[in-house]
């Protein structure tokens, strides 16, 4: 499918030919496939078969969100699922509830144990969201198993009636099947969607780094949270209507196993597309009834499968067709419209220092990284920190950033306390900041990367798509890599990575820039027009603050420079004074070399 | 000439025609039974019992002239899978009657599908409620649960003389229909038991039951266990943490897969048992043909399949007809019908025994100890 | 029963069982310290041990002592086969990866076993033929003290082994960090193999002691494998002597709870214990906090 932006050129003209064909050819399919049943006669079995492989569908679909878009471990989806279908099912045939309200309360209650497990992740990514997902399916599967006074136990509810659409009962298997497809298609429809917006960005931003994602400005605890309800509720809905499609539900039916089915059904097809997720799932259901003769090798293949997939072929079916589309056709290259130049201006605010570093310290245990510094960062002066390896410099960044809390101090930007604020806040304050070990986001196009910069908090542009494109496009121009767009940020060279990684800073319109070694391994001319860059932007107003071993880089652009030395502030003043200072070189060469000297 | 070879040949024609009649469809039931899944040795008891019957018919000229056949589905020892089972059966459109699983928990799942279905279905649950709740497609060729509790009861308290029991029961509608049935006769004697334990089918680990009986003081268990695997464990449980109270359980106690699993551990227990081999010469017959067949015990996952299918067969022939409405009334007015589990007498709630088995583990050994019968209220 | 006998035998069996969640949660650390990676497929040793003492015992009719040395045997040609399988074509990837990866590795083994065995569970036969004996109202059953003494002397081996040889050291070493390892020129592939062979015995190891008591069936691995998570998090995620301590913690914890809250739910509430450790406290008992380097 087509990735991120469409033409940045005026508006009017479409880029890509290609997007009508496939999506004619697959709105034909799309049509077609509920028509089978009634053009040929097919036993009722089979239509069941296809009710429950649509009712799963819509619940990979969650797992696309989450696990495909948002890059989290989610292994209780059966419960989801479970939650949705019981709901249906008590509430029509134990409280008489109409299917409608019950299947609303299904959605509710899925998306609350949704939010309770995303906000989990605000503690635990990884494993322990695994282990905590898996805790969550168990427990549920023994309350539903238990609770028998209310969810009847192990004997499960039979008995549960169809709905009515507009006066139609949908008795008929075959008209509940259409009904069925039809939510799927809607659920993919908002599934496909997704990447295109904010949130969508933002999922995968946090799929691909989420560090990166956090300091850039994105709420990573909302957007996981959304994803988990998002995620959930669309499991809710697929259980209630297999709830009312099989008219029976037991806790057989939504076990630790049908989750790790929903999983590999994802994987199978292709976890980050919606179109894979569902072709998974028919895959996934079908093939066991067609094998039924191989039931015990395909069992013991399924676990096989699984591994090949995660070795070979990490992004499903799926992922490769997309892969061999792609080697086909062109490659898609920006065509240049007008791009505004980049807005960098910072409104001046108070006479207070940009940064203020106030006593700060961060002890790990019992080493002391950073030992009691203060450092005051004059508005719209590159202000760089060096020091031997060791020091405390990272660490130091860190704290600015807010990726740790301090032991003791204070930081202020602008006059303003930033000291506790999670480091998305500090994004929307106007904080940007680059990584010593580049964090990009690998799988994303170099536009969409740079748009994720575009959409903190408070950033003084619209809101809308075009405004972040138009932000974005502007930021690469400012860097000189507009015609790199489209390309996939992986793709690029170690140096234009690097420009990349600023021009993303840039689109969030900073008053501070943080750069944690900037001009590592960048060759001579890179480094000049790193320079340049830097000189550019301090012409603009904007602040920077860095760290660098380049000592010509820093004679040439800093204009007053902190050193560290054993988590102290040792030295501090104008370049020229600094870097002749003995305390420092002693501190970068060692004792016996400057009374040598 | 030209006659006789004319006659001759429209005699042929008849002939070929009569034949082509007769070799007509089949008479198919569906039968829905454990193959896979944890309880599938229950289940190809099942499935043999059910051949072994479908044999006997076809050589005595099988149903309305046509051959019987078994069409099988699995239900993958599940009750979703059961579900599915029987409307795959019902949907193929050219069965005439069903045999539902043994499972009460299965049966009670598959009872909508099956009234929706309309067809005559024979069903081995022992759950009272199964044939009371209003159901008029369902026959049970077991004795159900009211009786083995009246059993149970009558054993324990009048002859082992427990007054202090513990009933270990499923949270299924098996073991907890069970388990309110004891419920109700001991109170009729006056007794409240000293613990109701529930566990949950396919438990692992009993423990706790059993640590939870050593607490309560019971003096005697008794225990409604659908699944062999479950009361193994529970047998070998008991054991490794030293109880060893007189013990009353369900049938699946005495049974052959049970018994090979649990060994020592089941030694000197009781159990209810419909079916025991020496109780009567159609039940020796019975239990000596599925030997040589098949290599091994009979017990009551296959004997009551057995006398389903000899049920439905001897229905449809006296209502010349498979029409289910037809089948249904011959089947409630079967008297004294002699199978393997016992003479059949059904009632208007479709339940067709009425009596059970007390018998004893001696080192490994079915030893049959007293039967009870009841007569039904008509 | 007197309420001091009654509750030692609720003890007594909650260390059993805990102790076969030890040695399964031990193998489960050690893999995690020497390659990062949580193996979901760690109780499914257990099971492959469990069937394959099963198998030497009743379909080669072979005497026990020497079933229980070729079903160990067997267990470290499967933990060959799964490091070489199932971790190294992954070993560089990311976590997610990884954890699907040794996911599928189980529905594997599980599926396979069921397709050779078939799906009804059996019975494994006890160390001892004796049943077990009485003191105080409390019944020691032979298996359970086994098991007990079976975890101590694990414990007692892996000490030795790992602090006391010099290859115990080298393993020590990969575990801390890979790549200085590799510098001094200890064969690091060759050193995670060990780790995953060592694990997979010590799971078989599990499975065979506790079959007896729990089935020799398909599934006995899974429950086994959530509990050994449990126990390594409440104990500590990476830490060997918190692994230990978790699951005879857990064992009793459980037992108690099954004896005195709810005989349906016991299994909830090594769940609950998990859900609460990673909430409020997930580096367990004895671990270090965690945090990524930025």
Redesign the interface.
Known sequence: MTQGAASIEPAGVRVAAALPVRFIGLSILALALPAIPFLFPVNSYVVNIFMQAATYGIAVLGMTIVLGYTGQINLAQAAFFGLGAYAVALGTVTLGLSFWVSLLLGIGVASLAGLVLGLTTLRLGGHYLAMITISFQQIFDLVMVNWTAVTRGPDGVPGIARPSLFGHHLADDKAYLVFCIAVLYAAIGLVWYLPRTRLGRAMQAIRENEMAAEVTGIKTLVVKVIAFILCAGLAGIGGALYAAGFAYVSPDNFSFKVSIDFLTMALLGGAQSPFGSTLGTALLILLPEWLRFLKEIYLAAYGIAVILIMVFMPEGIWGIGKTAWQKIRKPRTAKMGAVAPLDLDIPVEGQAPALHIEGIHKHFGGVSAVDGVDIAVTRGTVHALIGPNGSGKTTMLNVLNGIYKPTAGRVLVDGQDVTHDAPHVRAGHGMGRTFQNIRLFPNLSVLENVMVGAQRQHNPIGRSDAALRARAMSALAFVGMPDKAHMLAKNLPYGHQRLVEIARALAGHPKLLLLDEPAAGLNQTEKHELADLLKRLRGHGVTIFLIEHDMGLIEQVSDRISVLNFGRKIAEGAPAEVLRHPGVIAAYLGENVVAAA | MFGKIAVSWVALALAAVSINANAADPVRIGLVSEI???N??AGANTVNGAKLAVEEVNKAGGVLGSPLELKIEDNQ?????S??AV??L????NIAALIAPVRS?QV??????IAKLGLPTMIGGSDYGLTHSGHAWLFRARPNDAYSAKVIVDYGVNTLKKKKWAIIF????FG?GGKNMLVDELKALGITPVLL?????NT??F???V??V??S?ADIVSSYTPFS?DA??LA??L????VNLPWIGSATLASD?TIR???EALHDTYSVSDFFADASPESQAYAKKYKQTFGRDADFYSSWAYDAVHILALAMNRAKSTKPDAVRKEILAIRGHKGAEGIYNFDKNGDGLHGYNIVKNEKGKIVFIKHTAFTPKE | MGFLSINLQILFSGLAVGAVYSLVALGFVLIIRATNVVNFAQGDFAMLGAFAMMTMLTALSLPYWLSFLLALAAMTVFGVLFNYGVYYPLRNRSFLPVIISTLGASIFMQNTVLAIFGPQAQPLEKVFKASGFEVGGVFLDSQYLVILAVAVLAVAFQYFLFERTLLGKKLQATSQDKDMARLLGIPVAWMIAITFIYSATLGGLAGILVGPVLFVSIGMGSVIALKAFSATIIGGFGDVAGAIVGGLLLGVVENFAGAYISVAYKDAFAFLLLFLFLLIRPQGIFGEKISEKA
């Open positions: 896979t899944g944890p599938a040795e020892s599940t009750n979703p899978g579900v599915l409307s795959k019902g949907s193929e459109g928990t009670q799942a598959t009872a909508p599908t499923s949270t299924d509608t907890t334990q529930g566990y949950t089918n692992q680990d423990t706790p039951v640590l939870a050593k607490q003081g695997t193994a464990i070998t449980q054991r490794q943490l030293g897969s699993l649990a060994k």
